[in-house]
T-cell receptor, first 116, second 111 residues
């Protein structure tokens, strides 16, 4: 099973709302990632978790709060977002964290987020 | 810092023909991986092919093959017998100490 699942598929939220994105994988991967992707652009790395611990935060605003409750699950909590945060949010996972943490990532289908 | 350059923003090819997407990168690392990812209009990013820098042999996956020129820091993707389902955005990616994506090439396969 080489599947990364993400829920919800679509999310519309106001600037005062609090919502969460969920990502799950059951491949035994120990590195998980959040990316933000604008239309026709490459994904931009936001966060990396290695062995359930946050290892990389690419200077992401605090209105995005990641959480990794266990090795299979990754959440992204959203609060007080801005319209420019509207994008596709991709989750990914890979088998080997550490020096080769970015080796062969498997991506989920993404959550299309619209901030109104 | 590593950079990845895809110089072809858009390409088109007739069904059943062969097309080559170019990718160059810059790094001072000697041990790294290179990938091509495909993102169809449905948006799911799929790994197409990988190349390990220490391997001289070019990777091949069915109709997809790469031309890896380490000295020239070039990593092109060849798609043979193009199919309509190959229509997608293709990203070249470098994986050393972090994953760096190129800007992408939109490939349209025409019937």
């Amino acid at each position: 099973d080489t599947e990364v699942t993400q829920t919800p598929k679509h999310l519309v939220m106001g600037m005062t709302n609090k919502k969460s994105l969920k990502c799950e994988q059951h491949m035994g991967h120990r590195a998980m990632y959040w990316y933000k992707q604008k239309a026709k652009k490459p994904p931009e790395l936001m966060f990396v978790y290695s062995y359930e611990k946050l290892s990389i935060n690419e200077s992401v605003p605090s209105r995005f709060s990641p959480e990794c409750p266990n090795s299979s699950l990754l959440n992204l909590h959203l609060h007080a977002l801005q319209p420019e945060d509207s994008a596709l949010y991709l989750c990914a996972s890979s088998l080997i964290p550490g020096g080769r943490a970015f080796h062969e990532q498997y991506f989920g289908p993404g959550t299309r987020l619209t901030v109104t | 810092a590593q950079t990845v350059t895809q110089s072809q923003p858009e390409m088109s090819v007739q069904e059943a023909e062969t097309v080559t997407l170019s990718c160059t990168y810059d790094t001072s690392e000697s041990n790294y991986y290179l990938f091509w990812y495909k993102q169809p209009p449905s948006r799911q990013m799929i790994l197409v092919i990988r190349q390990e820098a220490y391997k001289q042999q070019n990777a091949t996956e069915n109709r997809f093959s790469v031309n890896f020129q380490k000295a020239a820091k070039s990593f092109s993707l060849k798609i043979s017998d193009s199919q309509l389902g190959d229509t997608a955005m293709y990203f070249c990616a470098f994986a050393g100490n972090k994953l760096v994506f190129g800007a992408g090439t939109i490939l349209r396969v025409k019937s």
